[in-house]
């Protein structure tokens, strides 16, 4: 049986980088989505010939749609050796104290608490293969960024998560990293203009912004890593050395 990996936000830019990937690899790739059903099969339609995958619909959410998915990977492939928490999303800018309680809850339901409850639906698959989870934070989950304190918070959390889960997992040889993509020209940031991506080109000192193929091969690295967890690795471009 190949390594089975899971991984949430695949309809996406980036993980849908990170599904072809692995695909490229030898791994049956289970793509999750939430609405972008075309999408996630756009992705695995690029996968090489004879790839085994699955896409399926889930609202990482909500608990049952979450026992329905990984019962249905168990049904159709077996137990989940790799786990990206690739889901999130990001809200409009604006100041803090123009945030809102049902703003805060989206974004954590989203960037958090949707990772923690998958995640722990899959701990007993990891610990029977000696998996490995990455975690998608955020550049801003380590500096912070004005006017986006709710993700950066949510991401932020994102690290502690994958710090402490890393020192619960690792006598059972499972390991648990972060990345932490810069900017990446994504749907997600599609609101950005020229001026302002040009911009933050410039504040980069590799003098260019990252794509999801770079962000696809630190998770493929950390993934394949035996002997690195608990660790954020930062795909930034040096921009928050």
């Given at each position: 049986?190949?390594?089975?990996?899971?991984?949430?936000?695949?309809?996406?830019?980036?993980?849908?980088?990170?599904?072809?990937?692995?695909?490229?690899?030898?791994?049956?790739?289970?793509?999750?989505?939430?609405?972008?059903?075309?999408?996630?099969?756009?992705?695995?339609?690029?996968?090489?010939?004879?790839?085994?995958?699955?896409?399926?619909?889930?609202?990482?959410?909500?608990?049952?749609?979450?026992?329905?998915?990984?019962?249905?990977?168990?049904?159709?492939?077996?137990?989940?050796?790799?786990?990206?928490?690739?889901?999130?999303?990001?809200?409009?800018?604006?100041?803090?104290?123009?945030?809102?309680?049902?703003?805060?809850?989206?974004?954590?339901?989203?960037?958090?608490?949707s990772?923690m409850?998958?995640?722990?639906?899959?701990?007993?698959d990891l610990?029977?293969?000696?998996g490995?989870?990455?975690?998608?934070?955020?550049?801003?989950?380590v500096?912070?960024?004005?006017?986006?304190?709710?993700?950066?918070?949510?991401?932020?959390?994102?690290?502690?998560?994958?710090?402490?889960?890393?020192?619960?997992?690792?006598?059972?040889?499972?390991?648990?990293?972060?990345?932490?993509?810069?900017?990446?020209?994504?749907?997600?940031?599609?609101?950005?203009?020229?001026?302002?991506?040009?911009?933050?080109?410039?504040?980069?000192?590799?003098?260019?912004?990252?794509?999801?193929?770079?962000?696809?091969?630190?998770?493929?690295?950390?993934?394949?890593?035996?002997?690195?967890?608990?660790?954020?690795?930062c795909?930034?471009?040096?921009?928050?050395?």
């Open positions: 049986m190949k390594n089975i990996v899971l991984i949430t936000g695949a309809s996406g830019g980036i993980g849908s980088a990170i599904a072809k990937r692995f695909a490229e690899s030898g791994y049956a790739v289970v793509l999750q989505y939430r609405k972008n059903k075309d999408s996630a099969e756009q992705t695995a339609a690029a996968f090489p010939k004879g790839t085994g995958h699955l896409c399926i619909r889930c609202d990482l959410n909500e608990r049952d749609d979450v026992q329905d998915l990984v019962s249905e990977i168990h049904s159709r492939f077996g137990t989940v050796s790799v786990l990206v928490n690739c889901a999130g999303i990001a809200l409009p800018q604006k100041l803090f104290t123009d945030t809102t309680d049902e703003e805060y809850e989206i974004i954590f339901n989203s960037n958090v608490h990772m409850r998958l995640t722990r639906f899959l701990t007993d610990r029977q293969n000696h490995t989870v990455v975690n998608i934070s955020s550049m801003w989950g500096v912070g960024a004005s006017c986006e304190v709710l993700y950066s918070a949510s991401k932020a959390a994102v690290i502690g998560f994958t710090k402490a889960l890393a020192k619960e997992l690792a006598p059972s040889d499972v390991t648990v990293n972060a990345v932490a993509p810069g900017l990446i020209p994504t749907a997600m940031n599609a609101h950005l203009s020229p001026e302002d991506l040009n911009a933050f080109r410039l504040d980069t000192p590799l003098n260019r912004l990252g794509t999801p193929e770079d962000v696809a091969e630190s998770v493929f690295f950390l993934a394949n890593a035996r002997f690195i967890t608990g660790q954020v690795l795909c930034d471009g040096g921009i928050t050395i």
